[in-house]
């Protein structure tokens, strides 16, 4: 049986051998399984193509900063393990003899992963890592083939000044393909191998994880997010406009006027919106609404404009809404986000995300920063403001929560627009509902009337 040796230590879990191995990257396309994208294998979820295309690109694009979880696989097989040395670990909470007797073994040395057998090791999580960055490796090796090739053949013949130049931006090319190749075989990934697993077993382990595995959710993203920019301008709106800054209502403690550790407001609470509902009004103004996110937006928005649109957004609703103004810490009484959930479908956070896509469409145009080449930046038309504001005061009569049969209800015209469920009072927030709410506000906008367009009619008509 050929075996490919890898450096990791050995500890007993559950009476199993477990070893945890760093594998440099350009090893994992011979040492682990292949992952092929759109593949569906019955130890594993379906293979995303999507998924493994991101992870390869971040890994190329982050050279001193990627970081990445460990690999899970393991292996029917009891794989084999020459020790080259053992550590013994007292335990930390324990004194004296009891420590001695409950201190932990841990084996360094070196592991012997077979290479001749197909499926000796099974991913357990991680497939998308590894799938990524093969194809990270495999594209920079073909890449640097590709410009080998074209330099040969430049080299090869008389060159004028445009072939010159040319010749000198393959070289620069060359250059950083031998670089990335360079960190492909330095740069490790830690690859955990539990051996003795039977199949059944590794299923059992597979559904265990994807239970357990709850992630972080979206307020927490956007609160530790240092990378996108439609969060960092969602904290700035958050810390800077006076309807969302600081906390809000009687409790002890109070809770934060912005909820940054749930996705959405709790029911009960005094908060009136969450981060992630904030940053979602960031993007329908920055971006649109009928574009959703992506890397190259988030890089090229120009955080100055669209806070300052972000916050002229919230200081139209603060001025235009009256539950609003009764939310400003400046307000009398002790109206908090909770009462505000109770009386109003401007507490709805898709309507909330609606309106910031119809002020994007009524007043906002996504132009070429003039002065910082690869920016954008908004163009206001303050005409369009003017629609936005009066969409807003056509709103608010059918704004607030009607009571029927002892429950809360929608004024009956927005059932006709299709895009609530049953008897819910806030509206859907699909993709498409989303698209589709932005869309009939912004008709309204622009006729200056509310409940009427084509595009309601044609809903209303055939329930589409």
């Not at 109070?254 to 959405?264: G, I």
């Not at 589709?436 to 009427?452: D, I, P, Q, Y």
């Amino acid at each position: 049986m050929k075996t490919a040796p890898v450096g990791g230590q050995r500890v007993r879990r559950s009476g199993k051998n477990t070893v945890v191995a760093q594998l440099t990257i350009d090893s994992l396309r011979h040492l682990m399984p292949e992952v092929i994208p759109g593949s569906r294998i019955d130890t594993n979820r379906e293979v995303s193509a999507k998924r493994c295309e991101e992870l390869a690109n971040y890994y190329i694009n982050n050279s001193d900063r990627w970081i990445l979880p460990p690999v899970l696989v393991d292996s029917e097989l009891d794989l084999e393990f020459i020790s080259q040395g053992t550590i013994t670990v007292g335990n930390a909470t324990l004194l004296g003899e009891a420590n001695a007797k409950k201190a932990v073994t841990i084996d360094v040395g070196v592991c012997q992963i077979p290479t001749s057998i197909k499926d000796a090791l099974v991913i357990l999580d991680g497939q998308h890592r590894i799938g990524g960055l093969v194809i990270a490796f495999n594209r920079t090796e073909a890449r640097r083939l590709v410009v080998l090739d074209e330099i040969s053949r430049l080299d090869a013949q008389e060159m004028d000044i445009l072939q010159q130049g040319k010749r000198k931006e393959l070289a620069a090319e060359l250059d950083a393909c031998n670089k990335l190749l360079d960190r492909f075989s330095q740069d490790t990934i830690t690859v955990e191998i539990k051996t003795g697993t039977p199949l059944e077993l590794h299923k059992e382990w597979f559904v265990t994880i994807a239970d357990n595995a709850k992630g972080i959710n979206k307020s927490e993203r956007a609160r530790l997010d240092t990378v996108n920019k439609s969060s960092a301008i969602a904290r700035a709106i958050r810390d800077l406009h006076p309807l969302l800054a600081g906390e809000i209502g009687n409790r002890s403690p109070k809770d934060p006027r912005v909820d940054e550790r749930n996705n959405q407001a709790k029911k009960a609470s005094d908060s009136i919106y969450s981060l992630d509902n904030v940053r979602n009004v960031v993007k329908n103004i920055a971006f649109s609404p009928a574009l959703k996110e992506s890397a190259k937006r988030e890089r090229s928005t120009q955080e100055e404009s669209a806070t300052k649109q972000g916050m002229r957004f919230f200081d139209i609703l603060c001025e235009e809404i009256d539950q609003m103004k009764n939310l400003l810490p400046t307000a009398k009484g002790n109206y908090t986000g909770k009462d505000f959930r109770k009386e109003t479908l401007y507490s709805s956070p898709t309507m909330l995300r609606s309106l910031a896509g119809a002020y994007h469409n009524l007043a906002l145009t996504v132009i070429d920063d003039p002065q910082a080449q690869g920016m954008t930046t908004l163009k206001v038309d303050e005409d369009g403001v003017k629609k936005f504001i009066q969409l807003i005061r056509n709103l608010n009569p059918y704004m607030k929560f009607t009571n029927r049969d002892g429950a809360l209800d929608v004024d009956p015209l927005w059932r006709k627009t299709q895009l609530f469920r049953g008897t819910g009072i806030a509206p859907q927030s699909g993709f498409q509902d989303l698209s589709t709410l932005a869309a009939l506000l912004t008709e309204w906008g622009k006729n200056g009337e509310v409940f009427n367009g084509t595009l309601f009619n044609q809903i209303s008509a055939t329930g589409v």
